[in-house]
């Protein structure tokens, strides 16, 4: 619900009609959802692949915003999680544990505006 109230500020949302209401939080519950799922499989389960729960698209571009080159092999969720969130402000010190569902929230916000870049210059020069 964190993500819910504060990301998707939902209690905000002045929308006229109920059906428009309805709408817009079974988006926002999908939404909601990625991230808490993001979250919990980082820390249960970090070495599972990265291709699991991002497209090709979004973790190369968390590589690409950090100015590094996509590996070639697949990264795990751990490298691409972190990487995300790193891009939403974690730190990622030796003692900061895991990133939280805000860090991972921002971070998705730049890296999803990175992804439908690189697909939007792919249709644009197929070759």
Not at 9 to 24: K, V
Not at 38 to 49: I, S
Request: net charge positive; with cysteine.
């Amino acid at each position: 619900f964190h993500i819910l109230k504060n990301g998707c500020r939902i209690e905000a949302l002045q929308l006229g009609t109920i059906a428009g209401l309805q709408r817009a939080i079974a988006l926002y519950l999908m939404v909601s959802w990625r991230i808490a799922v993001l979250m919990r499989f980082g820390r249960t389960c970090p070495e599972l692949p990265a291709d699991l729960f991002f497209h090709e698209d979004e973790w190369h571009a968390a590589y690409l915003l950090h100015k590094k080159k996509p590996p070639a092999d697949l990264p795990t969720l751990n490298q691409v999680l972190r990487l995300v969130a790193m891009l939403g402000g974690f730190l990622a010190r030796k003692g900061d544990g895991e990133p939280g569902v805000k860090t991972i929230w921002l971070g998705l916000q730049r890296v999803m505006d990175c992804a439908i870049g690189l697909q939007f210059m792919r249709q644009a020069d197929p070759g």
